[in-house]
């Protein structure tokens, strides 16, 4: 099956600024195409990761990724989607920012021997003369027209400031820029960005007098519409460090029935086949498929064996009730051990509860318990005699837990 017809069968594709050219595109030639990706942090999360599994089937088809990491466009900040200005962030944490990218990307983008290219957008954007970009860019482009957008409309109720009015241009001019540079000729990226690629595609239009293209993708929702990613931790990151193998692991074993089968499709690269026999699985047997989609989704980010040690893990600990090397763990010191150590610091240390009022809650509501023991005493202490081979495990409900270890 031809890449389009893949996107198309998957549930990706959402808008086409050209459907039949671009179908006519993508499975019969090569193009070149780019997603952008603004560094306003130090690691990607599961909604960039839909982005990159789209331009991985891309790449695997025989087309061209560049991924621009907005090293200008960050500076100023997308408005899309957000009812705030960003944080301005200084060159140097934007620089750093990338680099970490760069890193994960490579998981699902070969960059070797130019197969795919990352540019930084501030080599050109950082460049610019205001007065030039006006007379050349600017004045293409319709204010009412860009009142208009769904991106700007969430911010105008608070107040859009000048800096975030002109994203639009800046991403735009990239797309210019890529097409004059590279033959880039197709922008993808997520729904929400549909105002600033059909205005990219519309720039080029008007300044080189020639079709470029726009393709979106469906955001990656629940079966309510409601965005995936976040926990009561925050998003859920790429890197390990941030969100840890076995809870990227967790969350994906524990999303709702419904939405299984649209995250196989999304999220992974399980054969359309396969997926089918898997949506077949009822009650119980759900769990069969939750497991599966957790395992391949970790292994695309995290590797076969921290995959593979994340299930073990999961395993040992909500089927046989036994400890694992490979359980969440913090390490603490005999003297952090002491008469205020009890079951709420523990729980606080032990990153389960983010306070000691939260840890409060769960322990009158007998969600918590220390080595297979439910603990309902508020008072009760954490002492050296309950850890054995220097190892406790806290657990908090189903689904958290966390291993103790003295060192």
């Known amino acids: 099956m031809k890449v389009y017809d893949v996107l198309l069968e998957r549930g990706f594709i959402a808008q086409t600024t050209h459907e ?191 079709e470029a293209y726009g393709m979106t993708f469906n955001l990656l929702t629940n079966s309510e519409g409601k965005k995936m990613g976040k926990t009561e931790k925050g998003a859920v990151w790429l890197d390990e460090k941030k969100t840890s193998p076995f809870d990227f692991f967790q969350y994906w074993r524990n999303i709702p029935d419904a939405d299984v089968i649209t995250c196989f499709k999304l999220m992974t690269f399980v054969e359309i086949d396969e997926i089918k026999e898997l949506a077949k699985l009822k009650d119980k047997e759900i769990n069969i498929a939750k497991e599966r989609l957790a395992f391949e989704i970790t292994k695309i980010v995290h590797g076969q064996e921290k995959a593979t040690n994340a299930k073990n893990a999961a395993k040992a600990l909500f089927v046989n009730n036994q400890s694992s090397t490979n359980m969440p763990t913090v390490v603490i010191s005999e003297s952090d051990i002491t008469e205020q150590f009890d079951i709420l610091a523990a729980l606080v240390t032990s990153k389960i509860a983010s306070s000691r009022s939260e840890a409060r809650r769960s322990v009158i509501e007998g969600a918590v318990s220390v080595n297979g023991k439910k603990v309902t005493e508020l008072k009760t202490l954490i002492t050296k005699k309950l850890f054995t081979n220097n190892e406790l495990i806290i657990k908090r409900g189903k689904k958290k837990y966390c291993k103790l270890v003295i060192k």
């Not at 999360?45 to 087309?63: E, R, Y």
């Not at 200005?85 to 890193?103: A, D, H, P, S, W």
């Not at 208009?148 to 210019?176: H, T, V």
């Open 20 to 210: 039949e050219k671009i179908k006519d595109l993508l499975n019969k030639g090569q193009v070149t195409f780019y997603t952008g990706y603004d560094p306003t942090a130090d690691s990607l999360h599961v909604g960039h990761l839909l982005q990159l599994i789209v331009m991985s089937h891309m790449q695997k088809a025989g087309h061209k990724p560049i991924c621009i990491i907005g090293g200008g466009t960050t500076m100023v900040g997308d408005p899309t989607g957000k009812t705030d200005m960003r944080k301005m962030l200084t060159k140097e944490q934007i620089e750093y920012n990338g680099v970490c990218f760069k890193e994960q990307m490579s998981n699902l983008i070969d960059f070797s021997n130019g197969k795919a290219l990352m540019v930084n957008n501030f080599d050109w954007l950082g460049k610019l003369n205001y007065i030039e970009f006006l007379r050349e860019i600017g004045v293409h482009f319709s204010v009412n027209r860009m009142l208009s957008a769904e991106c700007f409309k969430s911010r105008l109720e608070k107040g859009l400031s000048f800096i975030e009015f002109n994203y639009m241009l800046m991403q735009s001019y990239d797309f210019l820029k890529l097409f004059q540079d590279y033959k880039c000729i197709l922008q993808l990226g997520g729904d929400d960005q549909w105002s600033n690629i059909i205005n990219g595609a519309d720039l080029i239009r008007r300044v080189e007098g020639k």
